[in-house]
């Protein structure tokens, strides 16, 4: 799976939109990119995925560069129970995915 | 709550004790995957089952850890003569691939403490 590289923290305010950046320069052309994000003492929790185009959700914002060596993960409209450690991994998707490789993340705090 | 369960939550044992925990998946899905997560890091992948299979071991699983799955619906995951280095969080997690789509379902984790 392609190295995904993060901010280590970042600081939004409560209402706004937070934007985490992720770079994956090595990206292969039958691998997607998933976020997941891991409150504290609580298991990961997958948020969305994508391979080229732009997804959205009812949590979240994917947004893929055109050459899909990065991306945005975007929670418009932030609130303090967003926050948490977010996980960019580029993996297989379907039956060619297995493991789930983590790297440290970007720890976002939404403040009051 | 039809999602992933774990038990126990929290173990604590003294070291070179042998410590069993085991994991219930979401029911419909095939695959289970085990990963441990120590403080300030993401988690680690162990090892992961299709159905009843063990597709896949990571080289962290030493010959102290043993995992299965033997009907293909929970698993258990056994680390015998533990050592202080195992303190960590064990997650399970499970999915049923299609598609693109692998989204894998996380339980709450078992804390293992090694006196």
């Known amino acids: 799976d392609a190295k995904t590289t993060q901010p280590p923290s970042m600081d939004c305010a409560e209402g706004r939109a937070a934007n985490l950046p992720c770079n994956h320069s090595t990206i292969s052309g039958n691998e997607y990119v998933y976020w997941y994000r891991q409150i504290h003492s609580q298991g990961p929790q997958y948020i969305i995925h994508g391979l080229k185009n732009n997804e959205t959700n009812e949590m979240a914002s994917l947004i893929i560069t055109e050459d899909r060596k990065s991306s945005t993960l975007i929670l418009p409209h932030a609130t303090l129970r967003d926050t948490a450690v977010y996980y960019c991994i580029v993996t297989k998707g379907g039956t060619s995915g297995s493991r789930l490789t983590f790297g440290e993340g970007t720890q976002l705090t939404v403040n009051p | 709550d039809t999602g992933v369960s774990q038990d126990p939550r929290h173990k604590i044992t003294k070291r070179g004790q042998n410590v069993t925990f085991r994991c219930d998946p979401i029911?419909?899905?095939?695959?289970l995957y085990w990963y441990r997560q120590t403080l300030g890091q993401g988690p680690e992948f162990l090892t992961y089952f299709q159905n009843e299979a063990q597709l896949e071991k990571s080289r962290l699983l030493s010959d102290r850890f043993s995992a299965e799955r033997p009907k293909g619906s929970f698993s258990t995951l056994e680390i015998q003569r533990t050592e202080q280095g195992d303190s960590a969080m064990y997650l399970c997690?499970?999915?049923?691939?299609?598609?693109?789509?692998?989204?894998?379902?996380f339980g709450p984790g078992t804390r293992l403490t090694v006196l």
């Open positions: 997690a499970s999915s049923f691939p299609s598609g693109a789509y692998n989204e894998q379902f």
């Open positions: 029911s419909e899905h095939n695959r």
